[in-house]
């Protein structure tokens, strides 16, 4: 975890504050929780926690399906999207244009929801029917490993092994 591979015409960006220089698990955790209350039962006992890091490993990305996407719901976004960006735009040109403000606020909204609604319709059309719904998605750790600066596991786990309702957690 001290940084990613280098890759070609790449050098390695260090994340201040994400970084341990010799890692060592501490043990991989089902539930964050989990991997929460043994960092937390390590600082209540005056353990240096600032060495140590949770990890979440075994990524799975989850998408979770809320609707159908209609042509009448395509049109009804593009149009409002469309009447946001006039209404912006309009809003700016409003600030170095001299009196008739109202006019063009209100031309550049109705330009915006022209161009959103056939913009919109025009990226409905090239999907050509293979995605006919609407989602969000969300990256989700289904493991969670605890990681301690390799001066201080030593410390840590004996520390951990003598936690009150600890379960043994999977080592790495």
């Known amino acids: 975890m001290t940084g990613q591979p280098n890759m070609p015409g790449r050098s390695p960006m260090p994340m201040p504050g994400l970084n341990l220089d010799y890692p060592m698990s501490l043990g991989t955790f089902d539930k964050y929780e989990d991997a929460q209350r043994a960092v937390d039962y390590l600082s209540d006992h005056e353990f ?11 990524l799975k990305q989850v998408e979770r399906v809320t609707g159908r996407l209609t042509r009448q719901k395509v049109m ?33 909204v109705l330009f915006g929801v022209v161009f959103g609604l056939i913009w919109a319709l025009i990226g409905y059309a090239a999907t050509g029917g293979h995605r006919d719904f609407t989602s969000v998605t969300q ?34």
């Open 48 to 58: 240096p926690v600032q060495n140590c890091m949770i990890v979440g490993t075994e």
């Open 76 to 108: 009804v976004g593009g149009a409002l999207s469309g009447a946001w960006m006039g209404l912006f735009v309009g809003l700016v040109f409003s600030l170095f244009a001299a009196g008739t403000t109202m006019v063009t606020v209100i031309s550049t």
């Open 139 to 172: 990256v989700v750790a289904t493991k969670y490993e605890v990681l301690c600066e390799h001066k201080f596991a030593q410390q840590a786990r004996e520390m951990l092994a003598r936690m009150p309702g600890h379960q043994q957690p999977y080592t790495a």
